[in-house]
Structure formats: C-alpha cells, structure tokens
C-alpha cells in the first residue's frame, strides 16, 4: 500500500473525524494534513502496522490534544462551532436540542470531548479509544462516565430553568 | 439500551460528520506540506535544496534550485500523455483534430512546463481521482491564453507501468497542452472552487513536448489550413496508411465538400442499427483513380464532426473543406463508394496530391 493509496481510502474518514473533533473546517484540514504528514515520515512504520488506520487515527487524536492544550489559554468554547454548519438543518426541536447539546459539548474539556466523540461517532470500543488517546481502559471509562453525566444534568438544568 | 442523551451523541455528530470538507487533493496537500518544511529545513543548513522524497518506493531527487528548479529526472515521454482511460479516445490524436477544437469556445493550446500537482478529489476507496489540478510555467500560449502560469484540470499522473513507479509526469516535465475552459459545476470532483477552470483534453490531444510537435501546434494556432489524416472519428480497422497503398483502393480523387447530407445508409434486415457513414457530395477536380465526372456523392467513414470528451463536438469537414479521398466500391450493392478513413482519406496539401499522383499513375 502506497501512501497516496492509504490517503485514498483513509483521508475522508480522517478529516471527518478532525471536523468532528474541531468543529472548524480550516482546522480540520489542517489537522488532518498535520496527522498524514507525520505519516508520510514514519510511513513504514505505519504501513508495518497492524491497523495503520488505527496509527494515523491515534496521531490525529494525539495532535489534536496538543493543539487543544497549546490553545486553551486563548480559545473560547464558541469558537468550536464553525460558522458552515447549517443551523437549518433540522426541524424545530430536534435542532434545538441538537443545538443545546453541542454548546454543552463546547463547554467539555478536550479529553472529555474527544472520548465522547470517538465513542460515539467513531463508534470505537474502550479499548480503542485507550489506545488512540494514549490512556488507559478505566481512564476511557471514567472520563465518558463524568462527561455524559455532565451532560444529562446540564440538560436537566437547563430544561427546568426554561419550563414556564 | 441507548439513552437520549447517547443518541443525541450520535446524531449530533454524524450530522456534523456529514458537513466536513471534502478531502480533494489530501495527498498533494500533505506531500506539499512535507517538502516545504524539508526545504525550508534544508536551504536553511546549506542553502541549496536537496530534498529527496519517498513516494511509493521511488526517489525523486531535487536538485539545487536556481534556473532550473525540478528534479533532476522529471518524468517524461513521446507522443501522448497517458492516462483518460475513462474517456473514448477512439478519435485518436491529429493537427487535424486540434485545429477543430480550438475552434471552440474557451479553447485553449499551449506549452508549458508542470511546477506544482495537486490530486483531485477523493472518489471514493479504491478508485482513483480524475483529475489533478496542475500548475503550469508557460513558455507559449498557442492560442486562447495569457500570463506566465496557469493551472490546467488533467487526468492524474498515473503509474505508466506495473514494472515501474515512475509517474506518467510530475513536476518539471514539459508538455504540450490544449483544452477547454469550462464550468466546474459539470464535473463533481474537480479540485478546484473557481467557477470554471482549465481542462486539459485527452485522448492525444496532451502531449509530452517535442519540437515538430511545437511546430505543428503554433502552425495550426496561426490559422494554416489543417494537414494530415481526417481525425478519425470512429474505432475501425484498416490498413495502416502510406501514399503507395492508395494506388490499391478502388478509387481516389481530389474534391471540394459542396454537400453534406445524413447518414445514409439505413438499417438492412438483421442489422441493429444503420452503418453510420455520412452522404457527402464532391467537386471533382481530380480523379486519380475509379471514377469520372465532376461531382460524387461517397459514403464516408469519418463523421464531418468530432465528439468530444466533454459531450460536444466540433467539425472535422464540412462545405468548403478540399480533401484527398481514396476508398473502395462497396461490397453490398447499391451503396456506391465508400470514402476510408484510416489517412485514406485527407486534407488537401500539394505534397500529398504529388504523392497520389504518383501512386496512381
């Protein structure tokens, strides 16, 4: 497999999984371009790999995480929303709450963030997303654990303070 | 089971999932990406560039950059580019047909040398991109352009064999390019956001660079008659052309298209569609074999038009053109001469008329 074959079959799903975890198309490509260059230098080793979708997909998560620590001092949660996203795209409630739920999600630590989005968009198991994140199992586990339920009271909150 | 606030997860981020970018030109961009930051590394320790990059188990070296800034080894070749596999290039590749399509809207004919590529969208696995956007350095605009550098839509530089790595161009290979400018809203994976763009036809009519090419192509730019075989418009088999073998058709001529009319051979009982020749009526003013009179009507192979890749066509002949004609009675009864086409069959020029002369005498 050359590199370009890999780009071929791997780069859609690696940028989708960068824009899923940015929310910022210009940071996604960057961060996906930023992941496959470092691929292209240690492309045999990444070719030799078991799942070399798996290496390139744990060195975007990693770079991520390193962009999201070098940034945090500066970045405001809002900025996670990118402006391209169609905020007609549902019907009336579902958008709401779909909505509701990414600022909820804007306001998770990017650890937090990144398992969830690996749990439930990459659709990875614990172990996978471990091995992406460069932690361990129960740290995967406690993490989606305090950050769903972050989420549902949020929600809750939120829910009783907007009732009539 | 899932709770509300897991499928909100889900749906939430496949939604967003779905509005990502599209990945068009990942792999150039990231290569680009690569060389510059080795460049940059490189002519900062020794202020020459030589980077070597790895593609695919083959190494391309750059030399030190300066008045010629490309690899040492660029990848070239003779005659046309390959690759447009995809496309019906039975029309095959002459002065002829490049004259007819540069008579299109848009056209556009030059030479120039590539100095950057980057690959077209991602289609999807396992299939590969369309298109390349390629930069060119443009040494001659032979006909509808300006400037020192344009970006060209070309077929992608494929591997030119399963024994070699070696691409079928790539940065400073020179080449001869004409095509079209067109609307991208037409093509779906086009690397590009402009509006319209520059596409390079196929099918020969992209050509690595040679100086009798050159030639032919500024001949036919400055507006020369057309020269040479009719663009052959359809797959045949025939015989392979030279000025003797004229001398064993059934008959040859000089004339001038006063008319054209349709196809006119109709379907004959078991056959599942008509033949395809055009009615086209001659001014005779030379039979050199096979006939009498100052006016034929023959039965053409070669259309008076040239479908292109982009569905249109362009005229190949049409009332005006002096062509040389040879071709055969045809074997059904009833149905005449049939004009051939294979460089039976050819624009008029003085040096062909002598050579049929002398083939026929």
């Known amino acids: 497999m050359t590199f370009e074959e890999f780009v071929a079959a791997q780069g859609r799903p690696l940028l989708r999984l960068a ?14 371009q930023t992941a496959l260059a470092d691929a292209y230098r240690h492309w045999r080793k990444v070719r030799a790999a078991a799942d070399p979708a798996a290496y390139v997909r744990r060195m975007l998560v990693n770079a991520h995480l390193s962009w999201r620590r070098r940034r945090s001092s500066t970045e405001r949660p809002a900025e996670l929303v990118d402006a391209s996203i169609d905020p007609a795209a549902g019907p009336g409630d579902a958008l709401e709450a779909r909505e509701q739920m ?22 990875l198991d614990d172990a996978a997303i471990a091995e ?4 361990s199992q129960s740290a995967v586990r406690a993490t989606a654990s305090r950050a769903l339920a972050g989420l549902r009271s949020t929600a809750v909150v939120e829910a009783v303070q907007e009732a009539p | ?18 509005r990502a970018p599209h990945p068009g030109g990942l792999a150039a961009l990231t290569l680009h990406r690569v060389r510059h930051r080795r460049r940059v590394r490189t002519t900062a320790a020794t202020g020459l560039i030589a980077a070597v990059l790895v593609t695919g188990g083959s190494a391309v070296v750059w030399g030190p950059l300066g008045s010629s800034s490309f690899p040492a080894a660029a990848p070239t070749g003779v005659g046309e580019l390959p690759g447009g596999a995809t496309e019906d290039c039975s029309s095959g590749y002459s002065s002829a047909r490049l004259a007819a399509e540069l008579t299109q809207e848009g056209a556009f004919a030059l030479d120039g040398t590539v100095t950057a590529i980057e690959l077209g969208a991602d289609p999807g696995p396992g299939r590969p991109s369309r298109y390349a956007s390629v930069t060119f350095r443009v040494h001659t ?34 080449l001869l390019v004409s095509g079209q400018v067109a609307e991208t809203a037409k093509v779906s994976d086009a690397p590009t956001t402009e509006d319209v763009a520059h596409f390079g036809f196929s099918c020969g009519s992209t050509r690595y660079y040679d100086d009798a090419t050159a030639a032919e192509w500024a ?50 009982p078991g056959e599942t569609e008509s033949d395809g020749y055009y009615s086209v009526t ?7 074999l096979g006939g009498t009179g100052g006016t034929v009507t ?64």
């Open chain 1, 19 to 32: 824009f899923v975890l940015t929310g910022d198309r210009h940071l996604a490509e960057d961060l996906t």
């Open chain 2, 219 to 268: 001949a036919v730019a400055a507006g020369e008659a057309p020269a040479g075989a009719l663009p052959a418009t359809r797959a045949a088999s025939c015989p392979e052309y030279s000025p003797a073998l004229v001398g064993e058709r059934d008959f040859a001529l000089d004339g001038t298209v006063t008319g054209i009319g349709e196809q006119r051979f109709p379907r004959l």
């Open chain 2, 1 to 18: 089971m899932t709770d509300p606030t897991e499928r909100q997860l889900r749906e939430l981020f496949a939604a967003d999932a779905a």
């Open chain 1, 102 to 123: 990414r600022t909820l999600l804007a306001g998770l630590a990017p650890r937090a963030r990144t398992v969830l989005v690996l749990r439930y968009y990459a659709d």
């Open chain 2, 298 to 361: 023959l039965h053409m192979e070669e259309l008076p038009y040239l479908p292109t890749p982009e569905g249109g066509s362009v005229e190949t002949y049409g009332v005006g053109t002096r062509l040389l004609v040879s071709g055969v009675v045809s074997e059904i009864e009833g149905r005449g001469l049939i004009g051939q086409g294979c460089g039976y069959t050819r624009y008029h020029d003085e040096q062909t008329a002598a050579e049929w002369t002398a083939a026929t005498d």
């Open chain 2, 141 to 174: 605009w032979y006909h509808g352009g300006s400037g020192g550098t344009v970006e060209v839509l070309l077929g992608p530089p494929d591997v030119t064999s399963q024994t070699s790595d070696v691409r079928s161009y790539g940065i400073g290979t020179r």
């Open chain 2, 282 to 288: 001659f001014e005779v003013h030379t039979w050199y």
């Open chain 1, 132 to 135: 992406a994140m460069g932690v």
